[in-house]
């Protein structure tokens, strides 16, 4: 079981302008792909550097979050600070994920490149940024879900250090 916690970055969502988009579709896509969580925390803060480093640090800081996925914040826009700031926060890439994400999305649409989301680990959390779409969120999630119970348990520390699952 994945104890999860959502971040939305969203201007539009934090001040009830309009509802969020990306939350629910990460659970609706996780529900469907068929992992196995439990959400245990999920909000809303706007495009601000410091108020989405300190969801990021307190969440990872949290010892019944092992994984954060934020949606929103990951594109080309001034006021687009997630990826920044997800860089700051972590303590090393885990940039397959990101990398699988994009080629994904591009294998939808041109502009799946222009995503700037990045993935890493803060503490025993895995971070990973997608976009605010909520149809690119399925997408992008899509492309990573099989691998998500493997990281939180190598994370978790059930995985041996040079150990490989059985084929």
Known sequence: MIRLAIVTVSDKASSGERD??????????LTADGVEFREVDYRVVPDEEQLIGEALF???ERSDVDLILTTGG??????DV?????????????????????????RVTPAGM???????????????????????????????T??????????????????????
């Open 20 to 29: 969020d988009g990306g939350g629910p579709a990460i659970r609706e896509a």
């Open 58 to 60: 307190h969440l990872s």
């Open 74 to 79: 990951t594109g080309l826009a001034p006021r």
């Open 82 to 106: 997630t990826p920044q700031i997800t860089l700051h926060s972590i303590e090393y890439e885990v940039p397959g994920i990101a990398e699988a994400m994009r080629a994904a999305a591009l």
């Open 114 to 144: 222009l995503s700037r989301g990045v993935a890493g680990v803060r503490k025993r959390t895995l971070i990973i940024n997608l976009p605010g779409s909520p149809k690119a969120v399925r997408e992008n999630l899509a492309a990573i």
């Open 146 to 167: 099989a691998a998500l119970p493997h990281a939180i348990d190598t994370l978790r520390g059930g995985v041996g250090e040079h150990t490989r699952p059985a084929e």
